[in-house]
């Protein structure tokens, strides 16, 4: 072993198997581990020199992948609902689909998004339709799939989170996007600035930019992302609006937070009426 890019690492390692009293034998390496000051440095060379290689072999990696989404090629990962992975030749010559669990077996092949069955588009667009004009939430538009027993793909049943990647997701616009985040050399993950995200063309849209930017602009309300001046800004607009409040009417707002964001940023609703100047009649 040596390719950990923290040399005190692979020591510690090396460390441990000598207390257990287990030797390490370098095999692939012109020295012998005697413990000599010579043969120590030498082996603090190699592993250097091993974990180089491997950064180095990262960067080529991650700059043909980008490369390859530019084109608009997929980059790993399942196939995504409403959407077929098409496998093509070197001349991007459609080949077949491949269907779950299936890749593709020759470097010169690749594989593309092509739009897939008219069932799932047209799930796709009532759930748009329920979350923007509706206003249901992710699980109440889950549950309603389910009872309609409509097929979630390649998954058994449907769920909050699957249905929030659909809204999230612009592939139903066209775009594939790439190179969202980065965990490079077993870092921690981080989001990369807008200018290095890769967004190629590759279908025709589901869905128009309008309607997927009124579902960003909710969901983004309902993440606990949002100040909390500017949540009661909009809880007090709908006290302007509509006279009285309650935790169902919030909840159905397509431009408030949901109830249990607010509980969560100000410890409970009554804490919300009170701030808005909002007083609750009857056996509340």
Same mark, same amino acid.
């Given at each position: 072993?040596?390719?950990? !890019?923290?040399?005190?690492?692979t020591g510690?390692?090396?460390f441990?198997c000598?207390?257990?009293?287990?030797? *390490?034998?370098?095999?692939a390496?012109?020295?012998?581990n005697?413990g000599?000051p010579v043969m120590?440095?030498?082996k603090?060379?190699?592993?250097? =020199?091993?974990a180089?290689f491997?950064r180095?072999? +990262?960067?080529k990696?991650i700059?043909?992948?980008?490369l390859?989404?530019k084109?608009g !090629?997929?980059i790993g990962?399942?196939?995504r609902?409403?959407?077929?992975?098409?496998?093509?030749?070197?001349?991007?010559?459609?080949?077949q689909?491949?269907?779950?669990g299936e890749?593709?077996?020759?470097?010169? !092949?690749?594989?593309?998004?092509?739009?897939g +069955?008219?069932?799932?588009? =047209?799930?796709?667009?009532?759930?748009f339709?329920w979350y923007?004009?509706?206003?249901?939430c992710?699980?109440?538009?889950?549950?309603?799939?389910?009872?309609?027993?409509?097929?979630a793909?390649d998954?058994?049943?449907w769920s909050a989170n699957m249905v929030?990647?659909? #809204?999230?997701?612009? #592939?139903? #616009?066209?775009?594939?996007?790439?190179?969202r985040?980065t965990?490079?050399?077993?870092?921690?993950s981080?989001?990369?600035?807008?200018?290095?995200?890769?967004?190629t063309?590759?279908?025709?849209?589901?869905? +128009?930019?309008? =309607?997927?930017?009124?579902?960003?602009?909710r969901?983004?309300i309902?993440?606990?992302k949002?100040?909390k001046?500017?949540?009661l800004?909009?809880v007090?607009?709908l006290?302007?609006s509509?006279?009285?409040l309650?935790?169902r009417l919030?909840? =159905?707002?397509?431009?408030?937070?949901? +109830?249990t *964001?607010?509980?969560?940023?100000?410890?409970?609703?009554f804490?919300?009426?009170?701030? *808005?100047?909002?007083n609750?009649?009857?056996?509340w």
């Amino acid at each position: 072993w040596g390719r950990f !890019h923290n040399l005190h690492e692979t020591g510690h390692y090396e460390f441990i198997c000598f207390e257990a009293g287990a030797p *390490v034998i370098y095999c692939a390496e012109p020295f012998e581990n005697d413990g000599t000051p010579v043969m120590n440095l030498l082996k603090q060379i190699k592993r250097l =020199q091993a974990a180089e290689f491997s950064r180095e072999l +990262s960067i080529k990696v991650i700059n043909g992948q980008l490369l390859q989404a530019k084109i608009g !090629h997929k980059i790993g990962g399942p196939r995504r609902y409403g959407f077929d992975r098409m496998l093509v030749d070197q001349n991007e010559r459609p080949i077949q689909i491949l269907r779950r669990g299936e890749t593709k077996a020759l470097n010169s !092949h690749r594989v593309v998004y092509v739009r897939g +069955s008219e069932e799932e588009a =047209q799930t796709i667009k009532d759930i748009f339709r329920w979350y923007t004009r509706d206003c249901l939430c992710l699980t109440e538009i889950a549950r309603r799939l389910n009872n309609l027993q409509i097929p979630a793909g390649d998954r058994e049943a449907w769920s909050a989170n699957m249905v929030r990647r659909i #809204l999230s997701d612009e #592939l139903v #616009l066209g775009i594939y996007v790439f190179n969202r985040t980065t965990q490079r050399l077993k870092s921690k993950s981080r989001k990369n600035p807008p200018d290095e995200i890769i967004k190629t063309k590759m279908t025709e849209p589901i869905i +128009s930019r309008v =309607q997927f930017s009124s579902a960003a602009e909710r969901l983004r309300i309902r993440r606990r992302k949002v100040p909390k001046e500017e949540n009661l800004a909009a809880v007090a607009r709908l006290l302007k609006s509509k006279g009285y409040l309650s935790m169902r009417l919030i909840d =159905q707002c397509p431009y408030t937070p949901c +109830s249990t *964001v607010l509980c969560r940023q100000f410890g409970s609703i009554f804490e919300v009426y009170r701030q *808005v100047g909002y007083n609750p009649q009857g056996r509340w």
